[in-house]
């Protein structure tokens, strides 16, 4: 097939991780015998330096022009003066409104080879295999706000509509039917107005997949169950704010936030895909990021924008083979141990790809 992926780098180790995952997926397009066009942009702070704005024209134009981005991350001491009018984060809501993008999907999985290097025990990490969808175009990211830079009030506002939920809950429940056909709708109903229609709206949405198991849990009890009882969680679905903060904890599941990707989907198959991590300021520019969370990201790229599921599970195959055969980054490296530099993991997990194949 051919398709045309955007790669946005961005800031931080965005760079170095991105150049990584798309030297995969130009293997993947060799041995399998597909085009694949890969076109560049500025995003974010780089492109605030250059450009004056986050997501210029340039960008979002090259975007609506191609089948699916590959984004790498946003942000860095630089661009973060809190009297700043523009910010590089400004891009990355933008870039997801601009599309629709209302659904994030963010699959957590537990890899045993890591258990020891987890903070948590090695048994309450057995099966952990769980999909966060986190609703991305609502709530107190794009509601009503007043900020005040010298005054002495502030507010954002969380507002959501019955249709924003439906829709995102219907994605959570068609995911659910194709995994364990259980849901765990996160909310905080107890106090807040936009969570009470939230949990309303996803108990009708309910009646259309009878087939699916559904729980609602407060965000405060949910966020320890999390740690507590991770295993008994497949797929959870909760509004913008709790899924942002949620998945952050989720990731010390998978051993290291550098392990987590993700899909902005929309309507269609275009989507915008990302690791979660974010632009890493402290360790940018030394080679040593892992570059798992963007590598997975591409294979969801490969699934969901390109339809090309065996490709898409052979990279993941290739992540799970490099991981066995013990070759680490320094953020999942036993103390003491030798750890390869983003580079060096990258060429392993090419290595694999091709024997694999
Ligand atoms: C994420 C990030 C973003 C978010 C920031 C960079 C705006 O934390 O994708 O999880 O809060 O959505
Ligand atoms: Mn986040």
């Not at 409104?97 to 025990?121: E, T, W």
């Amino acid at each position: 097939m051919q398709a045309t992926i955007t790669v946005l780098p961005g800031d931080g180790i965005g760079p170095e991780v991105t150049a990584i995952a798309v030297a995969l997926l130009k293997d993947v397009a060799a041995l399998g015998g597909h085009t694949f066009i890969f076109q560049e942009a500025l995003f974010g702070g780089c492109a605030i330096d250059a450009a004056g704005d986050p997501f210029p024209a340039e960008t979002r134009i090259m975007c609506e022009n191609c089948d699916a981005v590959l984004l790498g991350a946003v942000g860095g001491v630089q661009w973060s003066d809190p009297t700043a009018k523009v910010r590089p984060e400004q891009g990355l809501l933008r870039l997801r409104q601009h599309f629709g993008l209302f659904a994030n999907l963010r699959p957590v999985r537990a890899y045993p080879m890591l258990a020891s290097h987890a903070p948590l025990r090695a048994d309450l990490l057995e099966g952990v295999d769980m999909l966060f969808i986190r609703e991305l175009t609502g709530g107190a990211y794009f509601g009503a706000r007043q900020e005040q830079g010298d005054g002495d009030t502030a507010y954002d506002t969380m507002i959501y509509s019955v249709p924003e939920v439906q829709r995102v809950a219907r994605v959570a429940f068609r995911a659910a039917q194709g995994r364990r056909k259980h849901l765990t709708s996160v909310d905080k109903a107890n106090v807040l107005a936009s969570s009470r229609l939230w949990q309303r709206t996803v108990k009708q949405v309910a009646a259309e997949y009878p087939d699916v198991q559904v729980d609602h849990a407060l965000v405060d009890s949910f966020a320890m169950q999390l740690i507590r009882t991770p295993s008994r969680f497949d797929v959870v679905v909760t509004e913008n704010m709790f899924g942002d903060i949620l998945t952050d904890e989720a990731a010390v599941l998978a051993g290291s936030l550098g392990m987590l990707p993700s899909a902005s989907l929309g309507e269609g198959t275009f989507g915008v895909y990302e690791p979660i991590h974010g632009s890493a300021p402290d360790i940018a520019g030394k080679g040593i990021a892992n570059p798992i969370g963007t590598i997975l990201s591409a294979a969801l790229l490969l699934r969901h924008s390109l339809t090309l599921g065996d490709e898409a599970a052979a990279l993941e195959g290739a992540v799970q083979a490099v991981l066995e055969s013990g070759a680490r980054t320094g953020d999942i490296a036993e103390p003491n141990t030798a750890a390869l530099g983003s580079a060096a993991f990258g060429e392993q997990v090419r290595a694999a790809l091709r024997k694999a194949h």
